[in-house]
């Protein structure tokens, strides 16, 4: 079964400071792994994925993430915090070789940029 | 370029009053589609998905239903709300390829009373 978890309900950090929202999964083959932000009643806005290649992946608004397959982890990363970076933001994961199509979204943490 | 729509935005409903939540999707066709359920504004419980008309997969047994009449049309249903249903309701779709990321709309936000 194919799952991820992000162990933090929320990160605090300070306009221009960098961030780091952590998620973690677990897969029995090699996993296609995504990053989702969500504004306040919204829908969820995909920001970037991990399909193979490169570990680190770039996506929009100058988030990145780092595969990296020894941890199992996932981490989203910006070099430097907007205060419009505040949102909820979900880690999934699919696993391509059960023939399952759906993702499996983590909890979500929520990040929160002071001025 | 392909856009989700999804309604009612907001629907206030009584106990035990049927529901129909729409999903329609444009600009792609064989979409995979989605609903899912976010209860406090958290994590995201899949309810069911569909790789094709009449095609219908559920996650998790409960009081809602689902079905596919057109290629690009997804319904949520129920015949009696319960308290519980109260949510907001997403419905997402992905290419039918095999990277599957998920484009989702702009939801439905459910009260039972």
């Known amino acids: 079964a194919q799952s991820v978890a992000q162990p933090e309900d929320q990160v605090n950090v300070a306009e221009g400071n960098p961030l780091t929202v952590k998620c973690t999964y677990s897969?029995?083959?090699?996993?296609?792994l995504f990053w989702y932000v969500q504004y306040p009643n919204r829908g969820l806005q995909f920001l970037l994925k991990?399909?193979?290649?490169?570990?680190l992946v770039k996506g929009s608004y100058g988030f990145e993430a780092e595969f990296n397959k020894s941890q199992t982890s996932f981490h989203l990363k910006k070099p430097s915090a907007l205060v419009s970076d505040s949102a909820l933001y979900f880690c999934?994961?699919?696993?391509?070789?059960?023939?399952?199509?759906?993702?499996?979204f983590g909890s979500g943490t929520r990040l929160q940029v002071q001025p | 370029s392909q856009t989700i729509h999804q309604w009612p935005a907001t629907l206030v409903q009584p106990v035990g009053s049927p529901l129909s939540l729409e999903c329609t999707v444009e600009?792609?066709?064989?979409?995979?589609l989605y609903w899912y359920r976010q209860a406090a504004g958290r994590g995201l419980q899949l309810l069911f998905y569909?790789?094709?008309?009449?095609?219908i997969s559920s996650e998790v047994p409960q009081n809602l239903s689902a079905s596919r009449p057109q290629d690009r049309q997804f319904i949520l249903s129920s015949k009696k709300l319960l308290l519980s249903d109260s949510g907001f309701y997403l419905c997402?779709?992905?290419?039918?390829?095999?990277?599957?990321?998920?484009?989702f709309g702009p939801g439905t936000r459910l009260t039972v009373l």
């Open positions: 997402a779709w992905s290419p039918s390829d095999t990277h599957n990321e998920q484009f």
């Open positions: 897969v029995s083959g090699n996993p296609y």
């Open positions: 991990y399909i193979t290649g490169d570990n």
């Open positions: 999934a994961v699919r696993d391509p070789y059960t023939g399952r199509r759906a993702l499996t």
């Open positions: 600009g792609t066709s064989n979409p995979n």
């Open positions: 569909s790789v094709g008309i009449g095609q």
